[in-house]
Structure formats: structure tokens, C-alpha cells
């Protein structure tokens, strides 16, 4: 059995908090894209673990996978390795596993993201992790993998080929190419290609005998679909595909053997970096989102733009990921707000459209219409049971489950690992409904 998970914005959806939530009834997590660009915050009790490059489900034992289509930042991982193994996790050849083919990000990667968002006018405004120059790498055949550290004169020579093109580019940049990765950074890198060979997989090959032996596995999307590099709003996106058939060319698996996808919705919407954002708010409402809802970036710490839900956005993901289910996290943090708005369709050029137009350009045009209900004050985090929610809570979750046509499967209402409401109490009358009628 294979769930796919993957976050329906733009990210920070709280995929760290359910991953972690589900991974104890799965055998298996695997992380299937992305790097070290993505950062996936667990709760348990009074700890806090940020995650980028492991999978969240390791925190409650599950065996974790990373996958082929990710690209890895081999220096950063085996600090993470190193704090989540100083906190007391248990991390062995036995439930963790890289794999072999994993396209490595190199610090020349990194150089040339920050050189290149310095020298332009309209930022992407990454994450500095290199994410895009490792990408193009890849497709560019010019990649190192993880199983190149196992063979010093592999390595030597395939880096030796790639550097003084490099350089090259990062002089072009206006950096110093002289001190580019240097012999003792080889080095250091060939140490860590040692240590890290002891978990070395074919990924593809662990989860289809696993899948065929009756075991269940759990895809860990990082970022979300509206980043995705093909379907989201170019140019402000990452370099990966972050939808849910991404886990099938990212582990090696066939979309046969899907059984569930899952979308990841938070209450309203965050971005970080720059790019369309139609509801978007500066307004004190905005404020009490980044306030109450500690908006501020796992990976660099940088303060999340906040707006309203924007169901246009949201129909787009459900169909890019052709998802099953939801879970909507972070109700909580809209606790005090007078009125709580969603976005129900956009006005583009004078015409009224409830789909997102294809082009960037065009969405940066689009004006939201709002659908407006009154808030509520109480706070929600003791809450376990969809009906102790305050009816304008209850109201708001409906609204969007019909008018998407796929169904919540659990409320988070906080951080922590127990803040969470399970929905299949409720009787059911939202079923899957492609179209999409909307009944508002
Ligand atoms: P991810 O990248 O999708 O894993 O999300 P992040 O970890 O980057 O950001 C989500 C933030 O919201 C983290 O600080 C989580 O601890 C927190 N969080 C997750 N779910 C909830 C929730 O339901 N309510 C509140 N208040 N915080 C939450
Ligand atoms: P998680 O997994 C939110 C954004 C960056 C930037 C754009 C491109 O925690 O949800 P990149 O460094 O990937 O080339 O940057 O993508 N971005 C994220 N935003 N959450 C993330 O990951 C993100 N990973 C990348 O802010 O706008
Ligand atoms: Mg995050």
C-alpha cells in the first residue's frame, strides 16, 4: 500500500507535523524530491526537530528512504544525522537508507545560487541551497551521485572534468573562483561519501519488494504543487517536481501501485521568496496570521507572506495531484479573526474565472472575490472532536470540502504531535466529485 503525500500550496503546510502523525501506521518513509531546501518541523512534547533531507516518520521509528529524484547536500545531511543521532534517535543501516544514484549538491551549487540571485532584478528569492544548479546537473549529465564518493578516481575525474567550467561561471558571476572547492573540501567529501556508503540503497528496488511483500509505504513530498517546476507560477518556483506523481519517478515506482494521495491545506496561505500571490495581505489580519502562526522559515528563518485561502489555487492542486484526501492544518491560528475571508474566484481583466489562469503574468492580475463568514474566539488546540468546533470553524471546513468535492481526513489544531482531529467520526456526505461543483 502507497500513500503519497504532498503539501498543496506553497509549502510550509505543516507536512513535517503529519507526516510524523501518520508514519507510526506505515513501514516505511520516503522522501522522493527536493534537498535541504525544504525544512519540515516536528513537535513532540517540548522538542522541537527541524528537518530538511530526513524524512520526518524516523522520529517515531518508522524506516526512512531517501530517494533518486532528490538532490543531497551530503555535508548538511550528516549534520542532520549527527543531531537527530545527539537527541537520541536511532539512526543504523537498518532504518535508514540514501540512495545510491542521488544526485549530490556541491558547493559550487551553492556559490552560484547566491551569486546569481544577487546579480538579478527580479529575485526568485531561493533558499541559497544551490537546489536549481544541482538540478540542472542532473539533466545536464553533469552530475556527481552519492555512489561516485565510493570510488576515489571516479570522483576525482568526473570532478576534475566538471570544476574549470565552474569556475568559469562563478568568476562570470563576479566570485572568486580561486578558493572553489579546494583539495581539503574533496577530501572531506570523500570522508563523508565513506560514512555515508554504509547506507547506501537502490531505493526503487526496497520499495517494490517491500509494496510486494504487504508493507506500507508513506512518499514525503517536500515544498509544495503551486512551486512545482512545470505546473507552478514560473519563474517564482523550485527547481523540482513537487506533485504527486513526482513520488513515482522520484522512488522508482509505478503509478500502479498508488493507493491514497494526499493533499496538505493550510487555513490560509504562506509563501516565502517572491512570485504571485493574489491573496496576499499587509493589512493587520495578515499580521495576526504571521504572529499567531509563528510564519517564519524553517530552512533560513525569513518571515512568511500571509493571505487568505485561495480555492482557485487550491482546485488547480487538487487536480495536479488528483488527491483523495485533505487535511487542513492550522485552523487554529485563525482563532480571533472577526472575519474570516476565502477566495472564491478571481477577477481577471473584468471577467470572473474560478480556475487560476496557465501564466504567472496573468495571475499576478487576478483580484480575489471573497466569500466572507464571521470568525470565532475561542482557541481550538484542546479540541479532538470535529463537532466541539465552534459552528463559523465547522462552517469554514465544510465550505471547503464541498466546494472542492474531497474530503478532510484530519483537522490539526496545533503543533504538537496530539493536536489533531480525526474526521472519519463524522458521517460522510462529501465525496469525491472531479467536477467540482461548486454548491456555494
Ligand atoms: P512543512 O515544511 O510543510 O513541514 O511545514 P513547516 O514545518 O515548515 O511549517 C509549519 C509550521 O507550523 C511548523 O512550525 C509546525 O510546527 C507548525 N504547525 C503544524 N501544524 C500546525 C497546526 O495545526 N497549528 C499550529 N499552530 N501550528 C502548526
Ligand atoms: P518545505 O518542504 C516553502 C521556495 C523558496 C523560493 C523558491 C525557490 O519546507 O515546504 P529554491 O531554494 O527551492 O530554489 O527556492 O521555492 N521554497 C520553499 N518555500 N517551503 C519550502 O519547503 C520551500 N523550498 C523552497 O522560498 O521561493
Ligand atoms: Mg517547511
Redesign the pocket.
Given at each position: 500500500m502507497l500513500t503519497i503525500i504532498t503539501?498543496a500550496q506553497f509549502?510550509?503546510?505543516?507536512?513535517?507535523?503529519i507526516v510524523d502523525h501518520l508514519a507510526e501506521n506505515y513501514d516505511i518513509v520516503a522522501r522522493f524530491q527536493g534537498g535541504d531546501n525544504?525544512?519540515?518541523?516536528v513537535?513532540v512534547g517540548d522538542e522541537v526537530y527541524k528537518v530538511h533531507q530526513i524524512p520526518s516518520g524516523i522520529l517515531v521509528g518508522t524506516n526512512a528512504l531517501i530517494g533518486p529524484g532528490v538532490v543531497l547536500n551530503p555535508f548538511s545531511l550528516t549534520e542532520e544525522m549527527k543531531m537527530l543521532q545527539d537527541r537520541g534517535i536511532v539512526i543504523t543501516n537498518e532504518n535508514f537508507g540514501i540512495d545510491t544514484k542521488a544526485s549530490l549538491i556541491m558547493p559550487y551549487h551553492i556559490s552560484m545560487d547566491i551569486l546569481s540571485e544577487a546579480s538579478r532584478k527580479n529575485r526568485v528569492g531561493t533558499t541559497q541551497k544551490g537546489i536549481a544548479y544541482a538540478y540542472a546537473d542532473r539533466v545536464l549529465r553533469n552530475e556527481i551521485r552519492l555512489g561516485d564518493l565510493f570510488d576515489e578516481d571516479r570522483f576525482y575525474q568526473k570532478l576534475n572534468a566538471i570544476l574549470p567550467a565552474k569556475k568559469e561561471v562563478i568568476a562570470k558571476l563576479g566570485g572568486n573562483p580561486y578558493d572553489l572547492f579546494p583539495d581539503e573540501e574533496a577530501k572531506r567529501l570523500l570522508k563523508i561519501g565513506k560514512e555515508l556508503q554504509h547506507y547506501a540503497v537502490d531505493v526503487s528496488y526496497v520499495i517494490n519488494s517491500s509494496l510486494r511483500a504487504g508493507k506500507k509505504v508513506l512518499a514525503e513530498g517536500a515544498q509544495g504543487a503551486l512551486l512545482d517546476v512545470v505546473h507552478g507560477t514560473q519563474k517564482y518556483v523550485t527547481s523540482s517536481s513537487t506533485i504527486a506523481g513526482s513520488a513515482c519517478t522520484g522512488l522508482g515506482i509505478g503509478p500502479s501501485q498508488v493507493t491514497k494521495t494526499i493533499g496538505?491545506v493550510k487555513a490560509y496561505v504562506t509563501r516565502v521568496g517572491n512570485g504571485p500571490f493574489p491573496t496576499e495581505l499587509t493589512d493587520a489580519d495578515g499580521e495576526h496570521m504571521v504572529t499567531v502562526?509563528?510564519e517564519f522559515g524553517?530552512t533560513t528563518g525569513r518571515k512568511r507572506r500571509c493571505g487568505w485561502l485561495d480555492m482557485p489555487l487550491l482546485k488547480k492542486s487538487a487536480n495536479l495531484n488528483g488527491y483523495t484526501e485533505l487535511v487542513l492544518?492550522?485552523?487554529?491560528?485563525l482563532s480571533g479573526l472577526e472575519t474570516i475571508k476565502i477566495c472564491a474566484a478571481y477577477d481577471l481583466d473584468g471577467e470572473r474565472i474560478d480556475y487560476p489562469p496557465s501564466l504567472s503574468e496573468d495571475l499576478e492580475r487576478c483580484v480575489p472575490v471573497y466569500t466572507e463568514n464571521d470568525g470565532w474566539d475561542e482557541t481550538l488546540g484542546e479540541i479532538r472532536n470535529f463537532f466541539d468546533l465552534p459552528p463559523n470553524a465547522r462552517k469554514f471546513v465544510e465550505y471547503i470540502e464541498k466546494k472542492n468535492g474531497i474530503p478532510f481526513s484530519y483537522i490539526?489544531?496545533?503543533?504538537k504531535r496530539e493536536?489533531i482531529i480525526k474526521m472519519d467520526v463524522r458521517r460522510r456526505d462529501v465525496r469525491y466529485n472531479p467536477i467540482m461543483r461548486p454548491l456555494f
Open positions: 503539501g509549502g510550509d503546510e505543516g507536512k513535517g507535523k525544504a525544512g519540515h518541523t513537535v496538505l502562526g509563528n524553517t492544518t492550522k485552523l487554529d491560528v490539526s489544531v496545533g503543533p493536536q
